[in-house]
């Protein structure tokens, strides 16, 4: 059999999330951070992302990872984030998929009880914390790149839906976040396309009015991606709420076209900026968790470590935990024949 490419990768899922992590068949990326060969394969091999993530490989609420050779010579092993429509610098649920990967499959060794081990992500590097069992990893902690909100209750106007009150704020990815009662929505899965309707045309509206920069990285822009939030229904939760994983750009002139997919977690990163918008509202302190969930009803658990500055920015450094399961080992093939080498996209599913 002729294959242009083949391509193995391990299947996994953090908390309801798919994160697939390329473990074979990559070419060299070229850079002196993890964040430079990021960029580098964005340039010069985007055709991957597009193969792993469009059909029929791919869905349009599925992650994939790439392993890669760190440069800080502190970090055990480096990982490179594709979403639909960018290259993540940052992602709790991939991080946590990226570490079951790593270790399960021995590619970095498992000490029992607990693993600690220090990732390089685009963002920066991570130290992790892994509980360990019988050759499982039964849970996933991390302490996060620093988070800080730059913008809290700023009036938006919204294509479709009219001024609702956001807050923006990073957390390893640049959110837009607004309570899901100014849409007239509950944040369920459910509720899915609406809510993803509503999250695509507020992140485009804040896109446009509400531009950010990080001012550690001029190349980390935003926003990129969006929340609703809600009251917790569970007593063992702190909140709720549902992020919008884009798969186009949102079109004003349709804003009942579906331009992206729920996030089946509760979103890793969403839930540190979320600890951050809390923490400059005065309502989370430094030592206290907080237990978020996702549209599935699975939780993520965040808790605020200590506080820092970025650039002008009151910032904290979060702690985010969760669980990730293996489902699977795949290899990718591409025929010379086939006449979707980069994968497709169709309007019933894909907007």
Same mark, same amino acid.
């Given at each position: ?7 193995? !990768? ?8 798919? /994160? ?43 992650? +994939?990872? *790439?392993?890669?050779?760190? +440069? ?48 390089? !992500?685009?963002? /920066?590097?991570?130290? *992790? ?101 809600? %009251? ?34 509760? +979103?890793?990163?969403?839930? +540190? ?8 509202? /005065? ?7 907080? *237990? ?17 500055? *970025? /650039? ?26 086939? %006449? ?12």
């Amino acid at each position: 059999m002729k294959m242009a490419r083949m391509i193995t !990768a391990v299947e996994a899922h953090a908390e309801g999330e798919g /994160g697939r992590v390329i473990t074979g068949g990559m070419p060299h990326l070229k850079g002196n951070s993890v964040f430079e060969k990021m960029q580098y394969m964005q340039r010069h091999h985007d055709d991957i992302r597009l193969l792993m993530l469009r059909e029929p490989r791919g869905n349009p609420a599925l992650c +994939c990872n *790439v392993i890669v050779p760190p +440069c800080d010579p502190t970090a055990d092993a480096g990982f490179i984030i594709m979403e639909q429509t960018e290259y993540a610098p940052m992602s709790g649920s991939n991080a946590i998929c990226v570490t079951t990967v790593l270790l399960e499959t021995g590619i970095v060794p498992m000490v029992e009880p607990v693993t600690t081990l220090r990732l390089e !992500a685009p963002a /920066g590097v991570i130290e *992790v914390k892994a509980t360990c069992k019988d050759g499982k990893v039964e849970r996933v902690e991390f302490m996060n790149v620093p988070a800080f909100a730059a913008h809290i209750g700023v009036p938006l106007d919204v294509a479709g839906f009219g001024h609702v009150s956001v807050d923006i704020a990073w957390g390893g990815m640049w959110f837009v976040m607004a309570d899901a009662a100014q849409f007239g929505l509950d944040p369920t899965a459910e509720n899915g396309g609406a809510v993803v309707r509503a999250i695509e045309a507020m992140r485009d509206a804040a896109a446009q009015q509400y531009p950010v920069v990080h001012p550690d990285n001029p190349d980390l822009t935003g926003p990129t991606i969006g929340a609703l939030t809600a %009251p917790p229904t569970d007593p063992a939760t702190h909140g709720r709420g549902a992020i919008s994983v884009s798969s186009g750009a949102f079109d004003p002139a349709r804003p009942e076209a579906l331009t992206g997919a729920l996030d089946r977690s509760p +979103c890793g990163t969403g839930t +540190c900026a979320k600890l951050a918008v809390l923490h400059a509202k /005065g309502l989370l302190g430094v030592g206290e968790d907080y *237990v978020n969930a996702g549209p599935l009803g699975t939780t993520f658990t965040g808790r605020v470590e200590r506080v820092t500055k *970025v /650039g002008p920015y009151d910032a904290i450094v979060p702690s985010l935990s969760g669980r990730g399961w293996i489902h699977g080992v795949s290899q990718w093939m591409v025929d010379p024949t086939d %006449p979707f080498p980069q994968g497709y996209t169709v309007g019933d599913i894909w907007g």
